[in-house]
């Protein structure tokens, strides 16, 4: 049995600076992802599926859409059609701000069919609540509704984080049962660290005890299940703003890390589909497992001042409220 956690924004940096080793597992690193036109959960977890730029697929074709940096923000281009034939004359594409060039709430939209994707590889799969390919839609709006009920001030903190863990206590239930049917691979996701990040990147302590979270439960599915591979991967990190919180479009890295090891170097995220398809043919060679020991670094309590308002801000261009 194969077993995938993705645990949405789970950021490298973080999981270095934490040192939790059932996040560490055997190898980790970053995922390159600069080659997708733009750092949002639906598309980044469907192009993760299918091994194809899902932003270019969705944005480009009602117009071709390229992304380059310059500094570290990523800068789009439109290209009006017949580009490439004018383009010894003149050079017709716009720089324009990506919100303008597509609309971030279609993204959630993104359903790719289970054959032009790994999953399809497989001869049986479970894939649990999956952006951009079987999230259901209410489950993605309960927890949007309550990242705003909590700016908005209608609830506090406490309650916030309170049904936000009882969401996550039953999405691991699910898990478990899943795995007890043994399918060949078990693809779990969570959004709970995306948008704890969202509101929460600034405070450590937060952080590190749902990274604990995190950790512990991919220990128990070692412990309990034994899977040939564990794999743990995020579509994108975070970044703490400096008006508090997190945010993560203009990032070029998600995280990945595996037991056993698979000896991936600077993988992208487009390569996943190719690696899991080796996979379901050929299986997993390399039996040998050895994770350290420890809690990790827990780190020092230390709260910033958050702007709800600037978090509203970054949360509505994405489209999550
Ligand atoms: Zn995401």
Not at 230 to 236: A, E, G, Q, R, T
Not at 296 to 316: A, C, T
Request: glycine share 8%; proline share 4%; net charge positive.
């Amino acid at each position: 049995m194969i077993v995938i956690l993705g645990m949405d924004a789970l950021d490298y940096y973080l999981v270095k600076e934490f040192g939790l080793p059932y996040l560490q597992l055997e190898e980790y690193g970053k995922t390159d992802i600069s080659g997708i036109g733009a750092a949002v959960t639906p598309i980044m977890w469907s192009s993760f599926l299918t091994g194809r730029d899902m932003f270019r697929e969705v944005a480009g074709g009602r117009k071709k859409v390229f992304s380059y940096y310059k500094g570290f923000r990523k800068k789009y281009i439109e290209i009006e059609p017949g580009f490439v034939k004018k383009a010894r004359k003149k050079v017709t594409g716009k720089i324009r701000p990506m919100e303008k060039i597509y609309d971030f709430k279609e993204s959630w939209n993104i359903r790719v069919p289970a054959e032009k994707t790994f999953l399809g590889d497989f001869k049986s799969y479970k894939a649990l609540s999956v952006p951009g390919f079987n999230q259901p839609r209410e489950e993605k709006d309960y927890l949007h509704q309550m990242m705003k009920k909590f700016l908005k001030n209608e609830i506090t903190e406490v309650e916030y984080k309170e049904a936000t863990l009882e969401f996550h206590r039953k999405s691991k239930a699910g898990a478990l049962k899943a795995l007890k049917e043994k399918p060949d691979l078990l693809f779990w996701y969570t959004p709970v660290t995306d948008v704890w990040g969202h509101l929460f990147f600034s405070d450590k302590e937060t952080m590190y005890a749902l990274y604990k979270e995190m950790n512990d439960f991919a220990r128990q599915i070692l412990e309990e299940f034994d899977p040939e591979l564990l794999l743990i991967v995020s579509d994108h990190g975070m970044q703490e703003m400096k008006s508090g919180g997190g945010e993560h479009l203009n990032l070029d890295y998600a995280f990945y890390a595996c037991t056993p090891r698979l000896g991936l170097k600077d993988p992208s995220i487009l390569d996943f589909r190719g690696i899991m398809k080796g996979i379901a043919a050929k299986g997993i060679k390399n039996k040998k497992r050895k994770i350290k020991a420890g809690e990790g670094r827990e780190p020092k309590p230390q709260k910033k001042e958050v702007d709800k308002e600037k978090i509203v801000k970054s949360l509505q261009n994405l489209g999550y409220i």
